[in-house]
């Protein structure tokens, strides 16, 4: 009997999963345990096993296609099998657009529904926007690899998808001709919404598109769609349009310039917008000489400001800053938050740090140390390392710190686990390794899920002193400042000091002022005595 292969939840904010990479292909046997595919989450790519024996009857979902958790992604059973009623039971994702509110109007007739047409004797199938993350909505077309008549088998690379975590290679499943391409570069696709068509030439392959659009007569409710709005060509920008780590540029009358990898990369060295370019290139592509020639004029300008000219650019959101806006607009205003700030003296610290830097096998940073901190504080008050679980609050009774992370598209918190339990040289070493594993965008699932409290380090970067907001299910997030050089007065004498602040963002559903700021000065204790920390 034919089984059903779902989308699995593989974090604990994982919405839908993007397939990254198909490792088996229709027809294939497969045992329990195979690995069938690679499934891309807002956090990391993951491999997909399977639990069932059988023949892959159904592939559902292409390579690049994003699947809501528990959608339908392949079926598994006897070869001959009949599938199409498992197929037709399948519910209906809901479809979400994101647009501006529209006043309520008079409820239009209710489309006629399309009648159901059998695709499956056309030579043509549609690739789909997979979902490439657990919080996916929609990816954008980075750069297209392929056009309109090529041929393509399965495994190539037919474009580059940029989703809410990274730029992601999409992969085709499928042989055949591309007939038809639905999405131009730097335009955004739903998940699930068709990209490309491929097929025996001359296909006719409007039914794909036509069924695609068409309302299905067996969805059990209406799609509930907010402000609707007909897709259209992304709107042109006035300058310059990119998308975030594509480079992918577009003229001031919102067409594509062509210009090399190589010239792309000189350019944005030498600061230089590609539209005051001429390309020498095959087609007006513009290449590393144009670059390398360029001579500024009355037309351009070699920074980002044009003298007398009002001008802006437009950059289109990427996938992880949506993702950052809606999960932290939805801590902001549900989490009533309160801060509580207290100044530390940093001299015994930084006296501790010379000499542990002269013993242990890896620097020691202040961020190091107060992640030390403030797991042992954690431990000692446990009701700042709780959840708000809405109908409950959950005390952790491990220690597991979140350090956020500034990457070039936004911001990532890998997770040091039972940090209470390792050593500050362990934290250390752990901490520089994920570090760099966000940077290069390496993290897997099981290095920034669980965070029971997040540390939020701008000290670096010469912030005195600053707010953060929580990192929901969490009750609390600390902000750490930079170490200031300043005077102090003790026993009528003055005297330079070094003061480091820190800002505690309470929930106060689960935190009372009182809680927050006994975790504050045990805090202070450890790091104003170091030693403390070791004993």
Known sequence: MAEVIRMPKMSDTMIEGVIANWLKK?????????????????????????????????????????????????????????????????????????????????????????????????????????????????????????????????????????????????????????????????????????????????????????QASAPVASAPAPVVVSAPAPVKEAPKAVETKATASSGIQADSKGGIIKASPLAKALAKEKNINLNWLQGTGEGGRITKSDVENYKPSAGGATGNFISGEESFEDIPNSQMRKTIARRLSESKFSAPEFYLTMEINMDKAMEARVSMNEVLPVKISFNDMVIKAVALSLVKHPKVNSYWMEDRIRVNKHVHIGMAVAVEDGLLVPVIRFASEKSIAQISAEAKELGGKAKNKQLQPKDWEGNTFTVSNLGMFGIDQFTSIINSPESCILAVGGIKETVGVKNGQFYATNIMKLTLTCDHRVVDGATGAAFLLTLKQYLEDPIKMFI
């Open 26 to 210: 229709e027809g294939d046997v497969i045992k329990s345990g195979d690995i069938i595919a690679e499934v891309e989450t807002d956090k990391a790519t993951m491999e997909l096993e399977n639990y069932e024996d059988g023949t892959l009857l159904y592939i559902g979902v292409k390579v690049g296609e994003a699947v809501p958790v528990d959608g339908i992604i392949a079926i598994v059973g006897t070869p001959g099998e009949d599938y199409s009623s498992l197929l037709a039971g399948a519910p209906a994702a809901p479809v979400v657009v994101e647009a501006s509110p529209a006043p309520l109007a008079e409820a239009a007739p209710a489309a006629p529904i399309a009648p159901v047409v059998d695709l499956s004797a056309i030579p043509a199938k549609a690739v789909r926007m997979p979902k490439m993350s657990d919080t996916m909505v929609e990816g954008v077309i980075a750069k297209w690899l392929k056009k309109v008549g090529d041929v393509v088998k399965s495994g190539d690379i037919i474009a580059e998808v940029e989703t809410d975590k990274a730029t992601m290679e999409l992969e085709n499943y499928e042989d055949g001709t591309i007939l038809y391409i639905g999405a131009k570069e730097g335009e955004g696709v739903i998940v699930d919404g068709i990209i490309m068509i491929v097929g025996e030439p001359g296909t006719d392959f409007q039914p794909l598109l036509q």
